[in-house]
């Protein structure tokens, strides 16, 4: 392993976006979450690293498997948790977003996992804690750990995503997880595809590394991977398809399209799934797809970006992403 | 010391300038085959003996005793290895490395697990290797062999084989390699 210690790859105190974070930095995390995938097979599967440490998740938008993932690696690594909803807390007395980040930060969190429905919230936070934030989600813009899990199951398929052809499918326009996953993807040496109706591109996408097509039918046969998303119909604020039946006539991944995929590629969802939607569920279950393993090493995954921000010598740490 | 944890440790890296040879390869090699020897004696054969590396500097040499082990008893060894960083208990005061490969035979229970190591200090690593061993089962009993036992304790830890004694001052280093044992001094 040839890892020049002298300068530390993964010196930030925050993890905010894939947005800024170098590919030996992603490379470097994808490298420990092997590791820590280890502790997860152990008869008893906790290490001692994170005693005495807290851990905030503090999700103003619904989630499972983000935050169960988040508070599961937690435990593994023996870290305190505090657990804040939106839902039932004094936000809905009117207190401030500052007044309720101020306060977890006061009962001792040293990281918050923030998810809110606002881009950019998870940077805010940052501005007024002293504790670490990890992004869990915020709007439209980055998921930055659930593009890091990818590119481990990815990588743990391939070995690597070096010249890997990857297409992102579906709701690419309201998706965090696609624009995390189109950074970290390219960064890697990926080649992506976003495959789209043109109501569900992004405005700014001929700034993205990527290349486009409106037709999953042209070019799934070329795709090493497929990347499917949740439509997010929740937040779409008008008709941006006609009809969900017509999205799944023409970009759902069913059994005709599957045969059309090479029989070596790959299918992923970052869940949760809308079944019959983007994906039917015979192919859900389909020998290609690492749905599951998405699931399970996103616990591993976090522990690594956990261990980072809380686990290191003080003096390895600057200030901002 | 390996060269991760001396990369590793406060300060921070520097250069190793060794001042003394304290023992040739071929006194390493010997020191292995009589600590094999006295595993032997002491658990009156090898039946049910694990024996375990400590990553990254006790590896090699837990594999040089697996060999020894196996020549004289003419059997196969169980042999493992194990990374302690995450037990550790100056964690944060280090900065984040991949942790290195933790490898053990599913079942330790009931088993006689020798831990190997290269060079006794503090004690500090051994602790957590305990720690770390008690997550993976509940052995019958828990040795430790190490190449190098230098003294200045923290915890009261002592070693059960020791390739050799070797009495130093607090501020010097002692480097194991392949090649042999060195002692000497961090120049930043």
């Known amino acids: 392993m040839s890892l020049d210690i002298e300068t530390p790859l993964i010196p930030n105190k925050h993890l905010l976006g894939i947005e800024g974070t170098t590919r030996d930095q992603i490379e470097l995390i994808l490298e420990l979450t092997d590791r820590f995938a280890e502790i997860g097979k152990r008869p008893i599967p906790k290490v001692p690293a994170l005693r005495g440490r807290t851990v905030a998740s503090v999700f103003f938008e619904d989630s499972t498997r983000t935050r169960l ?17 939106a839902g039932s807390s004094s936000l809905s007395k009117g207190e401030s977003l500052r007044d309720t980040v101020e306060v977890i930060t ?40 659930q593009a890091l899990l990818d590119c481990y199951t990815l990588k743990q398929q391939r070995g690597s995503l070096d010249g890997m052809s990857i297409g992102i499918v579906g709701d690419i326009r309201h998706s965090r997880v696609a624009r995390s996953n189109v950074l970290a993807f390219s960064s890697l040496g990926a080649k992506v595809t976003l495959i789209a109706p043109k109501t569900l591109l992004p405005p700014s996408i001929e700034r993205w590394p990527v290349d486009v097509s ?41 059994e005709r399209r599957c045969k059309m995929l ?59 992403l | 010391m390996a060269d991760r944890e001396r990369r590793m440790t406060p300060p921070f890296g520097g250069v190793f300038v060794a001042s003394a040879r304290v023992m040739s390869r071929d006194d390493m ?9 006295e595993v032997i004696e002491r658990n009156q054969g090898s ?3 694990l024996i375990v590396g400590l990553q990254t500097g006790g590896v090699k040499i837990a594999e040089n005793l697996v060999k020894a082990l196996e020549e004289i008893e003419e059997r196969g ?30 079942l330790i229970d009931g088993k006689t697990v ?29 040795q430790l062999a190490v190449m190098v036992d230098r003294g200045h304790r923290e915890l009261p830890i002592r070693p059960d084989y020791i390739g050799k004694n070797l009495p130093t001052r607090i501020d010097e280093v002692v480097d194991v390699t392949e090649e042999g044992v060195d002692l000497g001094v961090m120049r930043k």
Not at chain 1, 124 to 144: F, K, L, M, Q, Y
Request: aromatic share 4%.
């Open chain 1, 106 to 145: 006061s009962y001792g969190a040293d990281v918050l996992i923030v998810r809110h429905k606002m881009a950019g919230t998870p940077k805010r936070v940052s501005e007024w804690t002293d504790a670490s934030v990890i992004n869990a989600g915020d709007g439209c813009h980055e998921h930055p750990t």
């Open chain 2, 77 to 106: 060894i169980e042999s493992g290895c194990l990374d302690v960083a995450l037990h550790r208990d100056d964690i944060g005061l280090r900065p984040v490395v991949p942790e290195a490969v933790t490898k053990l035979p599913d």
């Open chain 2, 29 to 37: 090699a010997r020191a292995i085959r009589r600590m094999a020897h």
């Open chain 1, 262 to 320: 090479p029989k070596d590629a790959l299918i992923l969802h970052p869940g949760p799934k809308n079944q019959g939607v983007e994906i039917t569920a015979e192919v859900s279950i389909d020998p290609r797809s690492i749905i599951l393993d998405q699931v399970t090493n996103g616990v591993s995954l976090r522990m690594a970006v956990l261990f980072m921000l809380l686990g290191q010598h003080e003096t390895y740490q600057k200030d901002e």
């Open chain 1, 69 to 85: 993932s988040f508070e599961s690696a937690a435990r593994r690594l023996s870290a305190d948790i505090l657990t804040f909803s």
């Open chain 1, 214 to 254: 409106n037709v999953l039918d042209d070019v799934i046969s070329d795709l090493d991977a497929c990347y499917l998303l949740r439509m997010q119909s929740e937040r779409h604020s008008k008709g941006l398809v006609p009809s969900l039946r017509e999205y799944t006539k023409d970009f759902g991944l069913n």
């Open chain 2, 114 to 142: 020798v831990i190997v190591d290269d060079v006794l200090f503090t004690g500090r690593t051994i602790r957590a290797a305990l720690d770390a061993i008690c997550h993976f089962g509940r052995p019958r009993s828990i």
């Open chain 2, 47 to 49: 039946e049910d003996i």
